[in-house]
């Protein structure tokens, strides 16, 4: 679904995908990639505007954890377009919002 929403929105946002996740190396050690907890999977810019854009995308009946919606609550609270969707229809309401 990611690939899909990227595509068929890029012409009206940039969207890059944040691939999170940890692991542990061979001789003990974890790594992680550093995202903040709740992160979402597309993030990037509005092509009409510059709004930094936050999209959490789920598989139909997908579950939102408790930190997704917090960082989404946060980035809408600074201005920004930030949202959850389960589709493409869902990702173009959220790139539409002002």
Do not use: H
């Not at 940890?22 to 505007?49: A, C, E, M, N, Y």
């Not at 709004?51 to 954890?65: D, S």
Request: contains cysteine.
């Amino acid at each position: 679904i990611q690939n899909l929403i990227r595509t068929e929105l890029a012409d009206r946002v940039i969207l890059f995908r944040a691939n999170v996740g940890s692991w542990q190396t061979k001789d003990g050690r974890f790594v992680s990639t550093g995202l903040p907890v709740g992160f979402p999977d597309l993030f990037g810019v509005r092509i009409s505007d510059g709004k930094a854009v936050f999209i959490e995308v789920k598989k139909p009946g997908g579950r939102v954890r408790p930190e997704q919606e917090k960082f989404i609550s946060k980035m809408r609270g600074y201005g920004f377009i930030a949202g959850i969707c389960y589709s493409v229809a869902d990702a173009k309401k959220i790139i539409s919002e002002e």
